[in-house]
């Protein structure tokens, strides 16, 4: 088993065990926890709050509850953005993770509430949390700012308008560095804010965020094209059947695979500019790790 495998099976039940404890606390509907769980229990790799947590691993430090909470309320936004995601007016999907989507199985109503309970609990999550007043503060802002309307939302209303017309790729980058990008960028920036870490290292891993969260997105539009139905837990397609603008559609299959190689190599180096200021050049770290993870197709 790798590291980054080994490192997955210890934090992951760490991370959904805070999610769960935390919406069991705090919500006084048992179907809108039902609702809120099924979805969160889907499956999925956890590749933000895991990414969260690598980057504290990073710094060489030990992973406390502070670290395990931001993680976990990192997954309940992006659950609840996936949640969104399927509904008949965004993409009307059936399937997420090989099980019937949240509205297939809760009804279109209660699937909106439960995603709205998800980002809003996420919040209430952070707000308790036991670090100084201002790490906190600034981890919402972070976070806020990652999600709204300056950053996921943001290019999700971009994917929407954009359905039936043909974007260029500079405008294709910039709508998924938002859409997909910010909560990743958010996941390290996160990890870097806790470990208390200078403005250059702050720069390269970003860097680093940036051209992860491109490959990340540049590698889903592959797998809608490229993947096992049964593997990725949803149908393949989607994104021609919906007219969606994809590196794909922009650059053909071959274009996309080598921008999405681009970007892991561009990834590598900024990464190994931080480790350069940490002087563990040597040293294979999660971070590499994690890039070496999306290759697989």
């Keep these: 088993m790798s590291r980054y495998k080994e ?33 969160l229990d889907a499956g999925g790799k956890r590749f933000r709050p895991l990414l969260l947590l690598a980057t504290v691993d990073f710094f060489g430090q030990t992973l406390e509850n502070s670290h395990y909470e931001i993680a976990a309320a990192l997954e309940m936004i992006h659950t609840y953005s996936l949640i969104h995601d399927d509904l008949p007016a965004m993409d009307d999907d059936d399937l997420r993770r090989g099980k019937p989507t949240n509205h297939k199985v809760y009804g279109e109503g209660l699937a909106i509430l439960a995603g ?24 919402i802002r972070l976070l806020a700012k990652a999600s709204g309307s300056t950053g996921m939302i943001a290019g999700q209303v971009e994917d929407v308008l954009g359905e039936g017309k043909k974007i260029n790729f500079r405008e294709l ?35 680093y965020a940036q051209n992860v969260g491109i490959a990340f997105q540049i590698r889903d539009d592959l797998l809608d094209v490229l993947g096992d139905e049964a ?10 059947a919906h007219n969606k603008n994809t590196y794909v559609s922009l650059l053909g299959i071959e274009g996309a695979t ?6 892991c190599d561009l990834a590598t180096e900024s990464l190994q500019k931080a480790k350069g200021l940490l002087n563990k050049s040597e040293e294979v770290t999660l971070l590499e790790i994690i890039i070496e993870e999306l290759k697989v197709i």
């Design 7 to 39: 490192f997955s099976k210890q934090n992951i039940p760490v991370i959904n065990q805070k999610m769960y404890d935390f919406l069991e606390k705090t919500s006084q509907s048992e179907i809108l926890f039902d609702s809120m769980v099924y979805s």
């Design 116 to 139: 709205d309970a998800l980002l809003t609990e996420s919040f209430h999550l952070v707000a308790e949390m036991e670090v100084e007043s201002s790490l906190k503060v600034e981890l």
């Design 173 to 207: 980058q910039k709508m998924h560095q938002k859409k997909t990008g910010m909560l990743i960028q958010f996941a390290v920036e996160a990890g870097v804010l806790m470990s208390t870490q200078s403005f250059e290292m702050k720069k390269w891993l970003l860097e």
């Design 231 to 240: 593997a990725i837990g949803k149908k393949v397609g989607a994104d021609e």
């Design 258 to 263: 080598k921008a999405f190689e681009n970007h």
